[in-house]
């Protein structure tokens, strides 16, 4: 756990101010003082964590510290300074952000289990189940028995410990905080290895979790490992803009009079943008204007004291509309709340505003480690350990993108592909929510297609799904889903139906892509069949008496009967035949039969070109398979309100087609699956009732001159 020594990087933002290592080693040299007494080690850390947690018992802080100095007594950093002072520094981190006394116990032994003879039991008995489950959470596994695999079984163990508590993983994130900034003195090339870890994994779950004042500073320590050359030209261009903040300050001073004139206590601060904010804007804009490297925040008492500050800014000052946004009535899903929006002051400069509560503020920075304790609240027992019936512990404040991480791990024993999986799913930037047809909600990563809802919704079941709809309109499954939308899944009902290898192509979760390749290995043959072969038929039709007909393509076709027996009988699409219409045959290419209503246009063509028809008559079975055209005007919702018809008489659809809307007029024509043709006259009646639908008729194709 331990990344030692000098730091390069950029200094730390104002308001966290950088442990004293000196300080930390002569104390830590020292050792600990009387029993009654908090060692003067940990005296900064008291002070920080009081400050968020007045009446906190600091007793089991000094026990847990007696048994972290003792046991790493005689150890040292690389940098020469005693080991304490790392597990020192990541408990002030986390003390800093408002994290409860059990989680600063189990920072300050994090390292004990690993790096000397205390044991997980002697932990237990001393602090607990808790303190212990945290500590074992972020324990490393052994590169003696685990080998290369050490590293990605580390991160699958702590994900999972993360699953249940997730303090473990804010644990974790501290660790790497102060390793990052002592990485000075490793080799160049193990510095770039830690750096790429922290970028791929770490800062993806410090986002996720909401825990923005770790994930800036591990942003800035990577890019001055992994891009030094534009982090200096970064930190020259702040360096040359140091007044910059004039620009900031004087439109902040507007703003104070504004909401002290309108009767709104609030809190106007300048929050100056970190390193790689500022580089990330300077590629999006170009040349910077002083109010670029910073932003102006506004913190209230209430909710609705935000929109009263909004609304002011917005009178006062003229708004930029287009950067407005909403995440107190839409929060994020790290459980970040603010309103952004930008104004311009009248000399021309735009300054970019945040408005939110002081209890945003503290989620906002610290964001799972401000929720404290995840079970304390429902849990009476002393002991949150205890608190479920099963004795397992399943944390209620556990973020949907992780129980889809956890669900998803479990399908990758091999340690290569977990890791790969792992950092394909933390490169998703953001997450959606979609509304499944029933009601129920869908949390997915953002770029999320129907193919992943599909797997999320349904599992494996998903290899049977054949489309969706989204939104009421019929769509593909590799239709990429937005925020709000509201998928509905249609699933095949053979059972036996798969995936192709197209929707690797559409998957985005690691879910997906691995229930896909799971099918896709173990069914070669099927995907061969599947690329090659016609589709086989459901039903066929055969002479009394005589051999079963040769299938079909056309699955769950109509039966007939024809006489003397063909190798093959099938509808004609463009009438497609039900009973009890009157029918006549053509024999084509290969033997078989195709079935045409009588008046057909095509059957007058056939005979005008001399071919002979076969006789051919209804069989027993009542089903049958019809094309319907519905003639409409063009109106919100209306295919949804069609297909819902058509699902409520029990129909079911095997294909759908919406040509684009013509003069306001719009023609979908659906190919149906009914038990029993008897059924037909109804739905086609049902399907005029609905709102702008003018006409229903059976499928027809056009005569044309013989």
């Known amino acids: ?46 002070e920080a964590h009081r400050a968020h947690h007045p009446d906190a018992d600091m007793a089991v802080l000094r026990r847990a510290y007696v048994l972290a100095e003792s046991s790493h007594r005689g150890q040292f950093r690389k940098s020469g300074e005693p080991y304490i002072t790392h597990p020192l520094a990541v408990t002030l981190i986390l003390a800093e952000l408002g994290a409860e006394t059990t989680t600063l116990t189990a920072s300050l032994l994090h390292d004990t289990v690993e790096d000397t003879e205390v044991t997980l039991d002697q932990v237990r008995e001393e602090f607990g189940e808790e303190v212990c489950y945290l500590v074992d959470g972020v324990t490393k596994l052994e590169k003696v028995d685990y080998g290369a695999a050490a590293e990605p079984e580390t991160f699958r163990k702590m994900l999972v410990a993360t699953g249940n508590d997730v303090r473990v993983m804010s644990i974790k994130l501290a660790d790497r905080l102060h390793n990052m900034r002592t990485l000075g003195v490793m ?185 404290g304790n995840p079970y304390a609240a429902p849990l009476d027992s002393a002991d949150p350990a205890d608190g479920a019936d099963d004795g397992e512990r399943a944390d209620p404040t556990r973020p949907g993108w992780l129980s889809r991480l956890l669900e998803w791990q479990q399908s990758t024993p091999d340690p290569d592909t977990f890791w790969t999986s792992l950092h394909a799913d933390l490169a998703q930037d953001g997450e959606i929510t979609v509304f499944r047809a029933d009601g129920g909600r869908l949390g997915l990563p953002a770029g999320a297609t129907c193919v992943d809802a599909a797997y999320e919704q349904y599992g494996e079941v998903a290899h049977a799904c054949i489309g969706a709809r989204v939104n009421g309109r019929l769509t593909s499954l590799g239709t990429v889903l937005g925020d709000g939308d509201t998928v509905q899944l249609l699933l095949a009902q053979d059972s036996a139906s798969g995936p192709s290898p197209e929707w690797l192509g559409h998957a985005r979760t690691p879910a997906a892509r691995i229930a896909i390749s799971a099918w896709l290995d173990a069914h070669p043959e099927g995907v061969k069949a599947a690329t090659t072969a016609p589709r086989p038929p459901a039903v066929t039709a055969a002479a009394p008496g005589s051999p079963p007909a040769a299938p079909d393509r056309h699955s769950g076709a109509n039966a007939f009967v024809v006489d003397p027996p063909h190798a093959g009988v099938r509808p004609a699409g463009c009438c497609t035949p039900v009973p009890p219409d009157d029918v006549t045959g053509f024999a084509v290419r290969g033997g078989a039969v195709t079935v045409h209503r009588a008046e057909c246009a095509a059957v007058r063509r056939m005979k005008a070109l001399g071919r002979a028809p076969v006789a051919v008559r209804w069989g027993e079975a009542a089903g049958c398979r019809v094309t319907l055209v519905a003639e409409s005007f063009g109106r919100p919702r209306l295919l949804a309100d069609l297909t819902e018809v058509i699902a409520t008489a029990g129909a079911a659809i095997v294909s759908a087609i919406v040509e684009p809307p013509s003069e306001q007029r719009v023609r979908h024509t659906y190919t149906l699956q009914l038990a029993d043709a008897a059924e037909l006259p109804a739905l086609m009646r049902a399907m005029r009732d609905v709102g702008g639908v003018y006409d229903v008729s059976r499928a027809q194709e056009p005569a044309t001159p013989a």
Do not use: W
């Open 1 to 46: 756990m331990s990344a030692e020594a000098t730091n390069p990087a950029p200094s730390r933002r104002r308001g966290r101010p950088r442990i004293d290592l000196r300080r930390l080693s002569r104390a830590a040299l020292l050792g600990p003082t009387t029993r009654d007494r908090l060692p003067d080690a940990i005296s900064h850390v008291a």
């Open 187 to 371: 080799r160049p090339e193990k510095q770039a290895r830690i750096a790429k870890v922290t970028r791929d994994v770490l800062i993806p779950l410090a986002e996720r979790l909401g825990v923005q004042a770790l994930k800036t500073e591990l942003e800035d320590l990577v890019f001055a490992i992994l891009h030094p050359a534009e982090y200096e030209n970064t930190r020259a261009l702040i360096a040359e803009n140091a007044t910059a903040g004039d620009a900031l300050a004087a439109i902040a001073d507007d703003a104070r009079n504004v909401l002290r004139d309108s009767g709104i206590n609030a809190e106007v601060l300048i929050r100056p943008r970190h390193f790689v904010s500022v580089h990330r804007v300077r590629l999006k804009r170009g040349e910077l204007r002083g109010t670029d490297f910073g932003r102006l925040l506004v913190l209230v008492g209430e909710d609705a004291d935000c929109y009263g500050v909004l609304g002011e800014l917005h009178t006062c000052f003229t708004p930029v509309i287009s950067e407005f946004k909403d995440f107190i009535a839409a929060p994020k899903f790290n459980l970040y709340q603010s309103l952004h929006t930008a104004v311009a002051a009248p000399d021309g400069a735009v300054a970019e505003v945040l408005i939110r509560t002081h209890q945003m503020h503290k989620v906002a920075e610290a964001g799972v480690i401000a929720l």
